[in-house]
């Protein structure tokens, strides 16, 4: 899948603390959804979503549910990681994208940490950021698939938030 992002400046080029109030995205970015193989073993392949459209509802959420949905975000990329290492002799390209996996997990995990919260709008950007860069290293089916992991928060703290009439 072609990425529809025009272009982005990675972590690497800038410090992403530095820049993150001021990061707006200069198109949305479209990232693969993750296959679903149902009982009878057929898989089904949804289209491509649009993280802008998750990242709304991110917005909405209250500190512990994003909280919640990084945590998610970050543990199902360190399964992309495991998977970039699990053959040996691990080759140049699946080292960098363990490299680059690291980055992204020390940049989320470090934004869980309560006394240096870094607010929704940076941490939406750092997620910006992580899926526009993700494309240069062949890492979008597993950050799809991370932000579609968090999704289910999304969806259980606006089920909530209804139900109470908030």
Avoid at 29 to 38: E, F, K, N, R, S
Avoid at 71 to 87: G, N
Avoid at 114 to 132: C, F, K, Q, W, Y
Avoid at 140 to 150: D, F, K, L, T, Y
Wanted: with cysteine; proline share 4%; hydrophobic share 40%.
């Amino acid at each position: 899948m072609k990425n529809e992002v025009t272009r982005w400046t990675t972590c690497r080029e800038r410090s992403w603390m530095g820049n993150a109030r001021n990061y707006q995205p200069m198109q949305s970015v479209m990232l693969p959804a993750p296959p679903v193989q149902y009982g009878d073993g057929k898989i089904v392949t949804s289209p491509a979503f649009n993280l802008e459209d998750v990242l709304a509802d991110f917005l909405r959420l209250q500190e512990r549910a994003r909280s919640e949905f990084l945590s998610i975000f970050a543990h199902s990329l360190t399964v992309d990681m495991r998977a970039a290492l699990l053959d040996r002799p691990v080759s140049e390209k699946d080292a960098e994208k363990a490299y680059q996996i690291n980055e992204w997990l020390h940049q989320l995990t470090s934004s869980l940490n309560p006394t240096h919260s870094r607010g929704v709008a940076e941490e939406a950007g750092l997620i910006r950021d992580i899926a526009a860069e993700s494309f240069r290293y062949g890492l979008e089916g597993g950050v799809g698939r991370a932000v579609m992991a968090g999704k289910s928060v999304i969806a259980r703290s606006l089920e909530t938030l209804v139900s109470r009439g908030d």
